[in-house]
């Protein structure tokens, strides 16, 4: 069994699956609507959003002909969680990068009393 | 051919690599260190370690009996950096749920002056 986070990420490794969930951010869509910008077919679509919908990254309304689609953010959430422990590692190089600027500018004020 | 995002994306959906790179996190490790916590075999490490450079979340030193692995951070900033827009989604469930707090403690010490 697949656990829930490798889950989420192995939907999020499709270009077409995240521009998906771009065009959702923005508000529901039916699948024909978000169809329209891909050069691919219908049931392509429809194949897409199963995958999404397995990984709980969206959810589809229950009107038979009209389901809209519309992104659920929760998986997301837990992507951003797991990330935050590798955050202070370019969170860090910018700290770096800000106190050699600092330093660099401190020196600079010293040295020239224009 | 595959974009940088989606190869990191699927790089990062397997628990077993994910357990690497959170132990590459702490530091530098040869393959036999990153092995030994895991009940699968070296040749099995090895691959998830090719996986994980191929995605560039990894480096491997030169040495060519002692190769440390590291982790390398940027694939994983591209992946932080992806998740900016929808972070609105759960950071506004956040504020709602905040100005509801504020709200009933407001109606609170309103109603009960004890």
Redesign the interface.
């Known amino acids: 069994m697949t656990?829930p986070?490798?889950?989420t990420?192995?939907a999020?490794?499709?270009?077409t699956r995240?521009a998906i969930?771009?065009r959702l951010?923005a508000g529901e869509a039916t699948v024909n609507e978000l169809a329209a910008p891909f050069d691919i077919s219908l049931p392509a679509i429809s194949r897409h959003l199963k995958v999404l919908e397995g990984a709980g990254l969206i959810s589809r309304g229950r009107e038979a002909q009209w389901r809209p689609c519309r992104?659920e953010?929760?998986p997301?959430?837990a992507?951003?969680t797991?990330?935050e422990?590798?955050?202070t590692?370019?969170e860090g190089s910018f700290d770096k990068l800000e106190a050699y600027l600092n330093e660099i500018t401190k020196g600079d004020g010293n040295g020239r009393q224009s």
């Open positions: 656990d986070l490798s889950t990420l192995s999020l490794a499709d270009p995240r969930l771009a951010a992104l953010a929760e997301l959430k992507v951003d797991w990330l422990r590798y955050r590692f370019w």
